[in-house]
């Protein structure tokens, strides 16, 4: 075990401490049956019932698990991933390198929080690593008497995997699920239960890259489309001369030219004007999709739609659309169908989901350079793992071009040299586009490859696995997440090791280190080089800094520190992106969670009395507040006999408005009389409404009760996506406040709590209405036909 040097001394010391003490019991537990072994896990639990925790039973439960994977598996975890394994259960994210074995590291700490019966999910980026993984590692976990599932997109019984006491699933799954578990009707439904403790792989791609875009369930809306076609037909006419590009900060605005141009074409005097917001905002995303946005690099076309891919790992966004218009406008450029502008349903970002669970922990070969954002937004530490055998890769400094043709042709010779002595070669690309490039440019020169990127998504594993054999050469986008290991013989060892050759430098320094660490895993050869020209997009758009093509060689170091400069102010401001996106989603955050509680309470069998006493109290409040403020008075006993009278009638007209029901004359006004301060009015006519309402639920007539609970739940979901609607709204308008001179997030924070004020107004509201004007009416009518007849 080799790099202390590198790493916290401490930390370190403290890990390997434990470890040893875990390969101390290898003699001890080695001499247990199979039976015996097995059985330890009901051992495990007992001593926890009996008052021990996890951390007693660590050394233990990691031993038992390392010998029932060797017995099982064939693999025993080197001390390394043992040391891996207690970070993770820590609640902490483990840096281990590209194969360092981080599937076989998450066994024990996924055993370990499994004794307590709670469930741990194992997440990884796809269904297929998933499906992969639970199938693998399966026969080890029921040897030690748990239960694995399996949640993936085809999975049917969702219920019956979430309780076993390992799920494997994707962070896509888990997410969706848990929004729609929020919009059930019935508990049956319900298929996950409390989120209690999840070991994430590649937990950078997942928490980092996929971090600027929520998790959406919507439904169709029923805005007309034509509007999308009628505005692409526009602004598809545009030539350069008629907006500004601002590379660096990947926005895209009309200039006076362009500005003209449009309101001719529109028939309109003045763009800008407040009565045209839609349609200017609608401008705003065509302008977008037509010059900032790349097919095959920003999204493909699948099947006749629109198909997003994922900036950091080039995979395809299943099952996700861009906001706000966007989608709509880039469908209306590749006329392609339209579909309608959707109503959110439910929304949560992935920030948000996995805060949720009791313990997160994770793993990557790259999270070292994101450790501060680990630590602010998820206040998780990182911590580095050395490697079980010494780096052997050779890193070359980067060669620079002056043009893109130049460096894709250098690149080629390096393929052809380097396939020509049989040695694999990896090479990756920023892009779709520039990877068919590549590909088209071998294919003319006869040359066999492989080609991977998120048109052929289905043939990826396969592809990956024999990335390292003798002769391969595979081009492919960025390697994130892929999670198949690329295996090395002997002799392609011994003709250098796997060849990774980069096509550009990525905006993020993390995505190429995992391109990278393709190469020289578990101590093997290997070698990497990465080409990059003047032209390259990295410079273009985010470095102040221009060289010409005649400086070139003789600038080669400063276009080199250029590179980096520009990767670290693409981080920060993707940084600032992702702490901007939680900051608004905070908000939301707070108040999804009190609305999902309210639902749970009501949806798990909560008395509904108890729900409609606090709104009939607190409706009855409001009335009786505005009423007195509008008399100015604090108590009724400030109100003479007539004014009493008058105060009273116009409180009953009130009390009719909101609930059709009548209090009986006489007993109303000797009641009415008797009473001196708000509270008392207050609890009058609340007491009456709510005896009135028990007498219903005591007949029970169209099992009343769950009518109304139904009722109930239908109002607070209407409300919801109202209020998630008006909040994207919201959004957008304090955005431009920015130019006014004002914080958006806190003109946006201000606002939310209005808007959520009216949010619960508008349940109570509602409910009451529905359920005085509608359903009681309906069964007083009922009942009398029924009974009275």
Avoid at 68 to 77: F, H, N, P
Avoid at 159 to 164: C, M, S
Avoid at 195 to 213: G, K, Q
Wanted: aromatic share 8%.
């Amino acid at each position: 075990m080799l790099g202390f040097n590198n790493y916290d001394e401490r930390e370190i010391k403290k890990l390997e401490k434990k470890a040893d003490s875990i390969i101390a019991l290898d003699k001890k537990i080695s001499m247990l049956s199979d039976k015996e072994l097995s059985g330890m896990t009901n051992i495990f639990k007992k001593r926890l019932s009996n008052g021990e925790t996890l951390d007693d039973l660590l050394v233990e439960a990691f031993a038992v698990c390392r010998e029932a994977s060797y017995r099982i598996l064939g693999k025993k975890q080197y001390k390394v991933q043992l040391m891996g394994g207690i970070v993770i259960h820590q609640g902490r994210v483990a840096e281990m390198k590209t194969g360092e074995g981080k599937t076989l590291t998450e066994l024990c700490p996924a055993y370990l929080n499994a004794l307590r019966g709670k469930g741990v999910h194992v997440i990884t980026v796809n269904d297929y690593l998933s499906e992969r993984d639970k199938e693998e590692m399966e026969p080890l976990f029921n040897f030690l008497n748990l239960s694995v599932g399996l949640v993936i997109e085809s999975t049917e019984n969702r219920r019956v995997e979430y309780r076993k006491d390992i799920t494997y699933s994707t962070n896509t799954e888990i997410g969706f699920d848990y929004l729609r578990d929020n919009i059930v009707y019935e508990v049956k439904d319900k298929v996950m239960r409390a989120l209690n403790y999840v070991i994430i792989d590649e937990i950078d791609s997942i928490l980092i890259d996929e971090a600027r875009t929520p998790l959406i369930i919507s439904t169709v809306g029923e805005e007309s489309t034509d509007i999308y076609k009628y505005i692409n037909s526009i602004i598809s006419t545009l030539q350069k001369s008629d907006y500004e590009i601002d590379r660096e900060d990947n926005t895209i605005l009309l200039n006076e030219d362009g500005i003209e141009k449009v309101e001719k074409m529109l028939n309109v005097k003045n763009i800008a004007d407040v009565r045209l917001s839609e349609v200017n905002h609608i401008i705003a995303q065509s302008l977008r999709a037509n010059f900032l946005m790349k097919r095959d690099k920003d999204y493909i076309i699948r099947d006749g739609e629109v198909v997003i891919i994922d900036e950091g790992t080039g995979r395809i966004s299943e099952g996700r659309r861009f906001s706000d218009g966007l989608h709509q406008c880039l469908e209306a450029k590749e006329n392609v169908e339209i579909n309608e502008e959707a109503r959110t349903l439910a929304t949560i970002t992935y920030q948000n989901l996995f805060k949720l669970y009791n313990k997160v922990s994770g793993m990557s070969g790259t999270v070292k350079t994101e450790e501060w954002e680990f630590k602010e937004i998820y206040d998780l530490d990182v911590v580095v793992i050395p490697t079980n055998k010494e780096i052997k890769r050779i890193d070359y400094k980067d060669l620079v071009y002056p043009t893109k043709k130049a460096k894709f042709n250098a690149v080629i010779r390096d393929i052809i040299s380097t396939n020509e002595v049989g040695r694999p070669v990896l090479v990756g690309t920023s892009s779709i586009e520039n990877s068919e490039i590549l590909s088209r440019m071998l294919n003319k020169r006869g040359i066999k490859h492989n080609l991977l990127n998120a048109k052929n998504k289905a043939e990826e594993a396969e592809i990956v696995a024999r990335a390292g054999e003798y002769g391969a050469i595979t081009i492919a986008t960025n390697m994130a997440g892929r999670g198949t290991d690329i295996k090395i013989t002997d002799a392609i060892n011994n003709l250098g090791g796997l060849r990774v050759i980069g096509t550009e430098r990525a905006e993020s320094k993390r995505i190429d280190n995992q391109l990278i660490g393709r190469a020289g895993r578990q101590g093997n050869n290997g070698s990497s080089q990465f080409y990059i020209s003047i032209e390259d997009d990295l410079l273009v758009n985010h470095s102040k800094k221009k060289f010409s093509k005649k400086d070139v060689k003789t600038s080669i170091a400063q276009i080199r520190k250029e590179v980096e400069k520009a990767q670290r102010v693409v981080g920060g401001k993707n940084f600032e992106t992702r702490k901007e996106t939680v900051k608004y989603n905070e908000v939301i955050n707070n108040h999804r969670k009190m609305i999902y509680r309210e639902r749970d309470l009501i949806l798990f069998g909560q008395d509904i009395r108890v729900n409609i006493t606090r709104m009939i109290l607190e409706l009855n409040s409001e009335i009786v507040k505005e009423l007195a403020e509008e008399y100015k008075i604090k108590n009724l006993n400030q109100l003479s006999s007539f004014n009493r009278k008058i105060f009273m009638g116009k409180l009953l007209e009130k009390l009719d408005l909101h609930y059709r029901y009548s209090f009986e004359e006489q007993y109303k006004e000797y009641k009415f009389n008797k009473l001196s301060t708000l509270d008392e009015l207050v609890v009058f006519c609340t007491d009456e409404l709510i005896e009135y309402f028990n007498k219903l639920i005591f007949l029970d007539i169209i099992n009343f009760e769950e009518h109304i609970k139904r009722t109930m739940l239908s109002i607070i979901d209407e409300n919801w996506v109202r209020y998630l609607n008006n909040m994207e709204l919201l959004k957008q308008r304090v955005r431009s406040e920015v130019y006014m001179q004002k914080d958006p997030v806190q003109v946006y924070n201000k606002e939310s709590l209005n808007m959520y004020n009216d949010l619960i107004k508008g349940i109570k509201y509602d409910f009451i209405e529905m359920v005085f004007k509608d359903i009681i009416p309906e069964i007083v009518m009922e009942y009398s036909e029924n009974y009275c007849s």
